[in-house]
């Protein structure tokens, strides 16, 4: 009687797969970012359209809010109440180039504390790249910071300012705040999913921050050293230095400032994929 032998293959887990790839990890975190770049607009499409949505005003919140902004610090500034300083270019213009790169940071930061919890039971549901969550809000803060460029463009009209040629390489200028904030967001939202009260601490930091930065008020004064201190510093006024001076006026620390930005992006992102199983255990 013959018999029947049945073949059967081992499978054997290896748990942390990811740690033992070196530097082949890299290459596959970029091949999953390029591969979930439909579902990163189709995030960026949902999120923006519940934001704005039953909203009176809708996009214009995106440009009534500088308005504010510098309208205050213009009343503060002429009623002597806060001495603004003095600028080279028209107050206005100044204060919307700096504040439209703030608020790229800001946006995104608060945007990407939020975006994990802000999912809710679909990262428990379905299995997908969930930094595709994080890439998708600050996608929203880039946005709003075009619709604020066009402004910028208008600003230079009604003041009959020519800013200078360099104003052309303002998009990259700004490339470094935008790997600053990723990197923030990154973690922050892990960190968000674990202690919720994460978000709102991000809120009032956020808007504390912006006056200890130089961001509506020349970089000058006694506390200068402060300022040379904060790497956003030199985010915020390299893209304003371009448009209105031809060149980055620190370029010492704006370079510090990029390495840090990409270095912390970079540590982020591969923190962020190492844990990224355990998330649904904490949303």
Do not use: C
């Not at 945007?111 to 039971?121: C, M, P």
């Not at 709003?144 to 003041?159: Q, R």
């Amino acid at each position: 009687m013959a018999s029947n032998t049945t073949n059967k293959s081992t499978v054997s887990y290896t748990p942390n797969i990811h740690l033992k790839l070196g530097i082949k990890i890299w290459v596959q975190m970029l091949r999953e970012l390029v591969a979930s770049r439909e579902l990163i607009i189709r995030f960026f499409i949902r999120d923006f359209s519940a934001k704005y949505r039953q909203s009176i005003f809708g996009y214009f919140w995106a440009l009534i809010l500088p308005f504010i902004a510098i309208g205050t610090f213009i009343f503060l500034n002429r009623s002597g109440i806060l001495n603004i300083g003095s600028t080279d270019a028209p107050y206005p213009i100044f204060a919307l180039i700096g504040l439209s790169v703030w608020q790229l940071f800001s946006s995104g930061v608060v945007a990407g504390t939020n975006s994990l919890v802000a999912a809710g039971s679909m990262i428990g549901k379905i299995n997908f790249p969930r930094e595709s969550l994080v890439f998708a809000s600050l996608a929203q803060a880039v946005f709003e910071f075009l619709i604020k460029v066009v402004l910028i463009l208008i600003f230079f009209v009604i003041f009959k300012y020519v800013p200078h040629w360099t104003i052309i390489f303002l998009p990259i200028a700004v490339i470094p705040i935008l790997f600053f904030t990723l990197g923030l967001s990154l973690i922050l939202s892990l960190v968000n999913g674990i202690a919720r009260d994460t978000a709102n601490v991000v809120s009032l930091g956020v808007n504390f921050l912006l006056f200890l930065t130089p961001v509506l008020y020349p970089q000058e004064g006694r506390y200068i050293w402060f300022f040379k201190l904060n790497p956003l510093t030199a985010l915020v006024n390299a893209p304003r230095d371009l448009a209105l001076y031809g060149s980055i006026q620190q370029p010492t620390d704006f370079l510090i400032a990029t390495i840090l930005s990409i270095t912390l992006f970079l540590f982020a992102w591969r923190l962020f994929h190492l844990v990224e199983t355990k998330i649904p255990e904490r949303i």
